[in-house]
């Protein structure tokens, strides 16, 4: 590592980094002006330094096999990335989970609609498994704080994606309130829409 070369650009580095967190300027810019003609500038080869440090420490972060947190950690997070675009695919099953459409346009109008479809369910996972967790508490049972941040809004069992839908306002509106969660111990009919 050049540490010169990154204590040179620093004040440069850091004011890159405030444009980019205040939306100064755009990412695509920057990494034009990171690189001319496949070469970097010299300010790239510092952030390309520094991404060495960060590099360097993730690695050794990954390897050490005294404390695994940092390896948890990061399997967890790429279970969560994996669970979401399970989860995607199945909303997205109607075309296997692939963008057809021709355009750009289409492409970015199916991902948006995708994007939206998801977050309902995400939302709707969650409304309910908030509301799970709450009536299991007022109920007695001991619900550690642990448990319920492991629970995933990104699961599908219950959600039958093939069915036909009513969306009548009118009749449930916003401010409804949630339906009543399942009993465990009642028969489940085998008819009936999930």
Not at 31 to 56: C, N, Q, S, V, W
């Amino acid at each position: 590592m050049n540490l010169k070369r990154i204590a040179t650009h620093w004040p440069d580095m850091l004011r890159v980094a405030g444009s980019l967190i205040t939306n100064q300027v755009r990412a695509y810019d920057l990494l034009r002006m990171f690189g001319r003609e496949g070469h970097p500038t010299p300010l790239g080869a510092a952030f390309a330094e520094y991404g060495r440090i960060d590099k360097t420490m993730h690695l050794l972060a990954l390897v050490d096999p005294v404390d695994d947190t940092y390896r948890r950690l990061m399997n967890r997070q790429l279970t969560v990335q994996e669970s979401r675009h399970r989860l995607a695919r199945a909303i997205c099953h109607g075309g296997r989970g692939q963008i057809r459409q021709a355009y750009r346009e289409g492409q970015e109008d199916q991902l948006a609609a995708l994007g939206l479809v998801l977050n309902a369910v995400v939302l709707w996972n969650t409304r309910y498994l908030d509301a799970a967790v709450a009536q299991l508490r007022a109920e007695g049972h001991d619900i550690k704080d642990e448990d319920v941040a492991r629970l995933s809004p990104l699961k599908d069992r219950h959600i039958n994606f093939l069915g036909r839908y009513l969306f009548n306002i009118k009749a449930s509106g916003p401010g409804q309130g949630l339906r009543p969660l399942r009993d465990p111990d009642a028969v489940e009919d085998d008819e009936g829409e999930e």
